[in-house]
């Protein structure tokens, strides 16, 4: 399997987890956080609705300086906002992926703000780990915030608790 069969393999594979997880978002909890310094619901599950997108943004450019952006967040008013997101993004990373070359997984792409490099590395290790582990560690969030407000949550990696017990 190549590189970019991988990668996209794993996007498909992991976004049916990812939109489970995005389906039980209630919209009557939106503005809950379980701290003070924690995100609110909906701005975290947007979060886990965008970085799908940073594939495209790793794939189709040589760097990301925030220096040079303004990025705003979308504004979420209901769950079907952060779906409308997701799958947004889940298409682009399809596409980008789709158009990858396999050379282009060797190129090196840089993060940073104006002059300040914070790495640069190779397009494979930077979607690994700034792309898809990213989402993964965001979706973890969620679910803690999910099972905080008690809503049943959907299986991951196997069946959970909720599921089991009907």
Same mark, same amino acid.
């Given at each position: 399997?190549?590189?970019?069969?991988?990668?996209?393999?794993?996007?498909?594979?992991?976004? !049916? #987890?990812?939109?489970?997880?995005? @389906?039980?978002?209630?919209?009557?909890?939106?503005?809950? &956080?379980?701290?003070? +310094?924690? $995100?609110?619901?909906?701005?975290?599950?947007?979060?886990?609705?965008?970085?799908?997108?940073?594939?495209?943004?790793?794939?189709?450019?040589?760097?990301?300086?925030?220096?040079?952006?303004?990025?705003?967040?979308?504004?979420?008013?209901?769950?079907?906002?952060?779906?409308?997101?997701?799958?947004?993004?889940?298409?682009?990373?399809? !596409? #980008?992926?789709?158009?990858?070359? @396999?050379?282009?997984?060797?190129?090196?792409?840089?993060? &940073?703000?104006?002059? +300040?490099? $914070?790495?640069?590395?190779?397009?494979?290790?930077?979607?690994?780990?700034?792309?898809?582990?990213?989402?993964?560690?965001?979706?973890?969030?969620?679910?803690?915030?999910?099972?905080?407000?008690?809503?049943?949550?959907?299986?991951?990696?196997?069946?959970?608790?909720?599921?089991?017990?009907?």
């Amino acid at each position: 399997m190549s590189i970019k069969e991988s990668f996209l393999s794993e996007l498909k594979e992991e976004e !049916k #987890s990812t939109r489970k997880l995005l @389906e039980k978002i209630p919209a009557e909890y939106l503005s809950w &956080k379980p701290h003070e +310094k924690s $995100f609110p619901l909906s701005r975290l599950a947007s979060h886990v609705a965008e970085l799908p997108g940073w594939i495209s943004t790793i794939l189709d450019s040589d760097e990301l300086d925030f220096g040079k952006i303004k990025f705003t967040p979308p504004e979420i008013l209901s769950p079907a906002d952060i779906m409308k997101v997701h799958i947004e993004n889940v298409n682009k990373a399809i !596409k #980008s992926l789709e158009n990858a070359k @396999e050379e282009d997984f060797s190129k090196t792409w840089t993060l &940073k703000n104006n002059d +300040k490099i $914070f790495f640069t590395r190779p397009k494979s290790d930077v979607l690994k780990n700034f792309a898809y582990s990213h989402l993964y560690h965001h979706r973890g969030q969620l679910t803690v915030y999910l099972r905080l407000l008690d809503i049943p949550l959907p299986g991951i990696y196997g069946p959970t608790a909720d599921e089991k017990m009907g």
